[in-house]
């Protein structure tokens, strides 16, 4: 294994991780990591997605299986942390000061300004998702059907999830 691959997944999940806004970035992740750097297919973009979402835990536990699929053991380590060690550090130091000034009109103005921005980030996210998985009328009416469930039922999502990949897996998806 090359030390060099290994300071490269490093280095480039570093940066993702410091740049993700909630931990959603996928659409730089797939400009980096499918269209500049070449490591990962889209398929393997939304595979690892797919799988980080099934999993307790972070949003994106999918950088562990991208480093996996660069270098194996080794990257998988390098991308984890990579994506969260920086990230967690300035967290925690933003935590801190956060809550010294939380009093403060420019954090509220801060933070409402931060939502818009979030929710951009995330429909960006959901737009690399749909490129890459969603193949036809079966494809778009499963995601329709989910998204429906997913924001006007109570359903646990897990369920939801759960019935989407089975009616997919029926369906030939």
Do not use: C, K, Y
């Given at each position: 294994?090359?030390?060099?691959?290994?300071?490269?997944?490093?280095?480039?999940?570093?940066?993702?991780?410091?740049?993700?806004?909630?931990?959603?970035?996928?659409?730089?992740?797939?400009?980096?990591?499918?269209?500049?750097?070449?490591?990962?297919?889209?398929?393997?973009?939304?595979?690892?997605?797919?799988l980080g979402q099934l999993m307790p835990g972070p949003n994106l536990l999918a950088v562990t299986h991208y480093g996996y699929a660069v270098a194996g053991y080794a990257g998988a380590l390098a991308a984890s942390v990579g994506f969260y060690g920086p990230t967690a550090l300035l967290s925690t130091s933003v935590a801190l000061v956060w809550r010294r000034h939380s009093a403060h009109p420019w954090v509220v103005a801060f933070r409402n300004a931060l939502l818009p921005f979030g929710g951009g980030v995330m429909l960006a996210g959901a737009l690399v998702l749909g490129k890459s998985s969603i193949h036809g009328w079966a494809g778009a009416l499963l995601a329709a059907g989910s998204f429906v469930l997913l924001t006007k039922t109570k359903l646990n999502s897990v369920i939801i999830v759960g019935l989407a990949a089975l009616i997919g897996a029926v369906i030939g998806l």
């Open positions: 294994m090359s030390t060099q691959i290994l300071l490269d997944l490093l280095s480039v999940f570093a940066r993702l991780g410091l740049i993700s806004f909630g931990g959603t970035n996928l659409a730089e992740m797939e400009r980096v990591l499918v269209g500049e750097r070449h490591w990962i297919s889209p398929a393997t973009l939304a595979n690892g997605f797919a």
